[in-house]
């Protein structure tokens, strides 16, 4: 296998690509009414999220296009879970499209990033990793039907903050060395 090759197809990006076969489960769990197996589903892509990154690391296959498709596959991942559960009623609209569009510009802004520093890589965002892992608890609280409302407007409101603190770092303070 080829170095280039083997920056797209390697363990780490297997497990990441894996994070999509949660999906289905988790339709089919709410479908059933089984809301706690379709959080353990969305508990499940999470896990998987932390694992893709030590296995890049100890396989030694980190890259640009692997910390992309781990942002892209959270993206993906949760907003079909979080759409899903708008669409049946079990969370609110309003929040969960905000929360959609400020992942659009989020992305956006990632991508302007990469071209700026003239790399493909992931802007690391340690406040915006933990609006993910709120959006996790969001999927959760809306599968149990559990205060989802209160917390999708949490979400939104709070990942609409970073975001406007991050966008500001990724286009328009100096880049680090």
Request: with cysteine; hydrophobic share 50%.
């Amino acid at each position: 296998m080829t170095n280039t090759l083997y920056t797209y197809i390697n363990p780490a990006n297997a497990i990441t690509f894996s994070r999509f076969f949660t999906l289905y489960p988790f339709m089919q769990f709410m479908e059933k009414g089984e809301g706690q197996w379709a959080v353990v589903m969305a508990m499940l892509c999470g896990f998987l999220d932390l694992f893709d990154g030590m296995a890049a690391r100890k396989f030694n296959c980190t890259s640009g296009f692997g910390e992309f498709f781990d942002a892209a596959a959270d993206g993906i991942c949760y907003g079909v879970m979080l759409s899903y559960l708008a669409w049946h009623g079990d969370l609110p609209w309003i929040p969960i499209v905000g929360i959609l569009a400020l992942g659009g510009v989020n992305t956006v802004g990632r991508l302007l990033y990469a071209k700026r520093i003239g790399k493909t890589t992931n802007y690391r965002s340690w406040a915006m990793e933990r609006v993910v892992a709120f959006t996790i608890y969001l999927v959760g609280f809306g599968a149990m039907q559990v205060e989802a409302e209160f917390y999708a407007w949490a979400c939104v409101s709070t990942m609409a903050f970073i975001l406007v603190h991050d966008l500001k770092r990724m286009l328009i303070d100096p880049v680090p060395a």
